[in-house]
T-cell receptor, first 112, second 110 residues
C-alpha cells in the first residue's frame, strides 16, 4: 500500500515568488492536513481538507492557501514568498482523524 | 487555549533503563491524544493512540485526565528507540487539526 507522497522533495525559491506543493494521500483517505515544521516553531497546523472542503485553517497569513481535488489529492500554495517561509512542509492523510494521521516525507522549501 | 507541553527537549538514558517521556495538555473538551515518533532521516510516524490502549514496540501511554497528562513509558529502553518523540492533541470538533508539543529527543546510550 503506497504511503503519502509529496512532491517535490526540495525547492529553492526567491523572495516574492510563489510556490505550489503537491500531496497524494493514501488511497481511501479523505482527510488531508498540512503542517509547517521549523526548528523554532516546531510543527504548526496549516489547514485540513475533507472531501474537497476546508474544515479548519491554522494561524497563517492569507498568502498560504490550499485545495483538495475530487480524488483527495491536495495542493498548497504560498504566494509572495518570504525568507521566513523556509521550512519543511508536511502533508498527512487519514481515514478519520481519531485513527491518527500518516505523514509524508515532506517538501523542504528554501527561500533565498 | 489548547496546548501540548513536552517539558524535556532532550532525555538521555542508558540501554535497559526505564524511560518516561512527559506530555501535558490543556484542553477543555474530551481529549484525543497521540504519540508520534521520528527516527533519524525517516518520516514522522504514528506510535500510539490513547483510544486503542495498545502497546507498540514496548511503549505504553495512559491518559490521566485529572493530571491532564499522557506520558509515554517503556520499562527497558533499547538503542533503536533513539528518536524524536512528539505528543499531539486532536481537536475533534475542529476537523483534523492536531496540536503538537515541541518534541523530546530520546537518546539511548549503550
Amino acid at each position: 500500500k503506497a504511503g503519502v507522497t509529496q512532491t517535490p522533495r526540495y525547492l529553492i525559491k526567491t523572495r516574492g515568488q510563489q510556490v505550489t506543493l503537491s500531496c497524494s494521500p493514501i488511497s481511501g483517505h479523505r482527510s488531508v492536513s498540512w503542517y509547517q515544521q521549523t526548528p523554532g516553531q516546531g510543527l504548526q497546523f496549516l489547514f485540513e481538507y475533507f472531501s474537497e472542503t476546508q474544515r479548519n485553517k491554522g494561524n497563517f497569513p492569507g498568502r498560504f492557501s490550499g485545495r483538495q481535488f475530487s480524488n483527495s489529492r491536495s495542493e498548497m500554495n504560498v504566494s509572495t514568498l518570504e525568507l521566513g517561509d523556509s521550512a519543511l512542509y508536511l502533508c498527512a492523510s487519514s481515514v478519520t482523524a481519531n485513527y491518527g494521521y500518516t505523514f509524508g516525507s515532506g517538501t523542504r522549501l528554501t527561500v533565498v | 487555549a489548547q496546548r501540548v507541553t513536552q517539558p524535556e527537549k532532550l532525555l538521555s538514558v542508558f540501554k535497559g533503563a526505564p524511560v518516561e517521556l512527559k506530555c501535558n495538555y490543556s484542553y477543555s473538551g474530551s481529549p484525543e491524544l497521540f504519540w508520534y515518533v521520528q527516527y533519524s532521516r525517516q518520516r514522522l510516524q504514528l506510535l500510539l493512540r490513547h483510544i486503542s490502549r495498545e502497546s507498540i514496540k514496548g511503549f505504553t501511554a495512559d491518559l490521566n485526565k485529572g493530571e491532564t497528562s499522557f506520558h509515554l513509558k517503556k520499562p527497558f529502553a533499547q538503542e533503536e528507540d533513539s528518536a524524536m518523540y512528539y505528543c499531539a492533541l486532536h481537536l475533534y470538533n475542529q476537523g483534523g487539526k492536531l496540536i503538537f508539543g515541541q518534541g523530546t529527543e530520546l537518546s539511548v546510550k549503550p
